[in-house]
Nanobody, 115 residues
Framework: QVQLVESGGGLVQAGGSLRLSCAAS????????MGWFRQAPGKEREFVAS????????SYADSVKGRFTISRTNAKNTVYLEMNNLEPEDTAVYYC????????WGQGTQVTVSS
C-alpha cells in the first residue's frame, strides 16, 4: 500500500506559477513510476506528466509541454510538479499517482487560474 498526499495548490493569476508536491509513504516509493493527472469540472481525469523510478524518463501531455516540469527526490519520497505560465485552462483538481497504470492515488489538490 502506498499513501499519497498532495499539497501546493491554490489560486493564481494567469501567467503565474505554482509548485505541487506529492509526499509518499508506505511501500517502497523508489520502484514506482509517478504521475500527475488533473480533472476539471465536467471533464474526465486526464494525464499531465509522469516520471520513471530514477527520474531518467519523463513524459508530458502536449498541453503542458514547455510549461510544466515533473521531478522527484527519492530520498524524500516526494514528487513535484513545477507549473509555469499558467493558463485558465489549467484550472483543475490535480492528483498524484503511483504505478503504471496508476495503482494508487492521492486525494487531490485544487489549482485555480484566474484570467
Amino acid at each position: 500500500q502506498v499513501q499519497l498526499v498532495e499539497s501546493g495548490g491554490g489560486l493564481v493569476q494567469a501567467g503565474g506559477s505554482l509548485r505541487l508536491s506529492c509526499a509518499a509513504s508506505g511501500r517502497t516509493f523508489v520502484g514506482y513510476t509517478m504521475g500527475w493527472f488533473r480533472q476539471a469540472p465536467g471533464k474526465e481525469r486526464e494525464f499531465v506528466a509522469s516520471i520513471s523510478w530514477n527520474g531518467g524518463i519523463t513524459s508530458y501531455a502536449d498541453s503542458v509541454k514547455g510549461r510544466f516540469t515533473i521531478s522527484r527526490t527519492n530520498a524524500k519520497n516526494t514528487v513535484y510538479l513545477e507549473m509555469n505560465n499558467l493558463e485558465p485552462e489549467d484550472t483543475a483538481v490535480y492528483y498524484c499517482s503511483a504505478g503504471v497504470p496508476p495503482a494508487y492515488w492521492g486525494q487531490g489538490t485544487q489549482v485555480t487560474v484566474s484570467s
